[in-house]
């Protein structure tokens, strides 16, 4: 105990030395050097990560329990450990900076500590005793940092995507859905170049959003697949020395079971564990739904200018005042911040790519900055994805007379005469509109190119907005 701060230690050893460890902490020395040696931003490693890297060691000591590669009982004292963690306890002993040693062996051994020193105390031993549990005999059995580490980013990710981003997704799908049978029958003006284009149903315009998003979701489902063929089993290089013959198989099965997910073994260990292949394929399509939400966020926020000197087609819900000097101002938050978050994504792929063609020979050690930023990543779009919806998507209101009013005063609309007057014409038509501030109609009625009667059906701004229907 030291008489200053109250604190009592204990004393462990690895094989640089002997170092002092708060008695109260799980995790050990190994854990402590990296403490040491990585105080670089502060972050620590994702709860959804922690999550994925204790699903394994718990599937792996029930796989070495039932192939006798470790004692029942303690197979038992660690699998009970990890349960406390999934549900909650002990998060605080995962203290590891995300940027450390590479491949992630600092995050591991933390993992491997905290598990080993709970599995302890649940066996009625005090921590730091790891000659009856060890962090790397006991919990790391056949395993190594290069099989653990990209199977767990592999679970994270597809834990991540289960649990957040598909369903924001499903959840945003609808409600563009919602909005688009509301707004079926308001017409409006299209816009290419942001110039005048001919009408469109606004309507349509959601249900286009909707149909982008379901695509985007449907590509991340592809590939994810790739997500499930784990390296578990390759303990070293991949080369599975020190694991038992059966032990691959089974704990594939197990880890199945534990996530929900249809896992399997990798045909080749040793490509699994060397190749980032699918974290920038699962990656690059994070990216490209990125893509789309800034453009979907973009357009929200230019239907919604104004009030007074924009096009505000659409109400965005306020949901906070917009300025600190300008009574009354409310802004387009929510669009924003999807932006903001949609470019870091991208900026992570970026350097996901990179750290994935950083491996050398037998091993990636790039793999915590592969780990961070995909998991967040997924978890960052479905957050925000969520809360657009929410706060956003789901209580957006129509102007129908504004947009009326765009549509019938379109110069656009001179494209629906050019089948029965011809382009020069139609084009003429528009430059004197233009010019004089005449209406199509006047123009074309008074040069008598068409009867009132045809020029009704011609610019008929419900027919000309009107969608082909699709084919069976």
Request: net charge negative.
């Amino acid at each position: 105990m030291t008489e200053a701060t109250g604190l009592t230690y204990r004393t462990e050893s690895d094989s640089m030395g002997e170092r002092q460890i708060p008695s109260d902490a799980y995790y050990g020395i190994q854990t402590l050097r990296a403490i040491e040696n990585f105080p670089i931003s502060g972050i620590k490693p994702l709860p959804t990560y922690v999550d994925a890297c204790v699903l394994i060691k718990k599937a792996t000591a029930i796989a070495n329990g039932a192939l006798d590669c470790i004692p029942q009982e303690i197979t038992r004292a660690i699998v009970q450990a990890a349960d406390e963690i999934l549900q909650g306890q002990f998060r605080d002993q995962f203290v590891v900076d995300v940027y450390q040693a590479g491949a992630g062996t600092s995050h591991h051994m933390n993992v491997n500590e905290v598990l080993a020193n709970r599995a302890l105390e649940i066996l009625g031993d005090k921590k730091g005793n790891y000659q009856r549990v060890s962090p790397n005999d006991h919990v790391n059995y056949g395993q190594s940092t290069n099989d653990v580490i990209p199977t767990a980013i592999r679970i994270g990710a597809l834990l991540a995507l289960e649990h957040t981003l598909y369903p924001a997704l499903s959840d945003a799908i609808a409600a563009l859905d919602n909005k688009a049978d509301e707004f079926q029958e308001i017409v409006k003006s299209g816009r290419t170049h942001l110039q005048d284009a001919v009408p469109v149903r606004l309507g349509e315009g959601f249900r286009a959003w909707a149909q982008i998003l379901a695509d985007q979701m449907s590509r991340i489902e592809r590939a994810s697949e790739d997500l499930m063929t784990l390296g578990l089993g390759g303990s070293a290089a991949g080369t599975g020395l020190n694991t038992h013959p059966q032990y691959r198989q089974q704990v594939a099965q197990i880890l199945s079971q534990l996530t929900g997910q249809p896992l399997k073994p990798a045909p080749h260990l040793m490509a699994a564990m060397q190749s980032m292949a699918p974290f920038v394929h699962i990656s690059g399509s994070l990216r490209n739904l990125a893509q789309d939400c800034v453009k979907i966020s973009h357009d929200l926020r230019l239907m919604d200018s104004g009030p007074k000197t924009g096009l505000k087609e659409i109400q965005l819900p306020p949901v906070q005042p917009g300025s600190s000097i300008m009574p009354g101002k409310y802004n387009p938050v929510m669009a924003e911040m999807t932006s903001m978050v949609c470019f870091q994504v991208m900026g992570y792929d970026s350097a996901i790519a990179l750290a994935a063609q950083a491996g050398q020979l037998e091993l990636n050690v790039m793999m915590p900055l592969i780990a961070y930023n995909l998991i967040h990543s997924i978890e960052i779009l479905g957050n925000t994805i969520s809360v657009l919806t929410k706060r956003c998507l789901e209580e957006i209101t129509a102007n129908r007379d504004r947009c009326l009013s765009y549509a019938e005063g379109s110069l656009a609309l001179v494209t629906a005469l050019n089948p029965h007057i011809g382009y020069l014409n139609a084009a003429s038509v528009a430059k004197e509109s233009l010019e004089t501030g005449k209406s199509l109609r006047q123009i074309v009625l008074e040069r008598e190119l068409l009867s009132p009667e045809v020029l009704a059906k011609v610019l008929d701004l419900e027919q000309m907005s009107t969608l082909p229907k699709s084919e069976a």
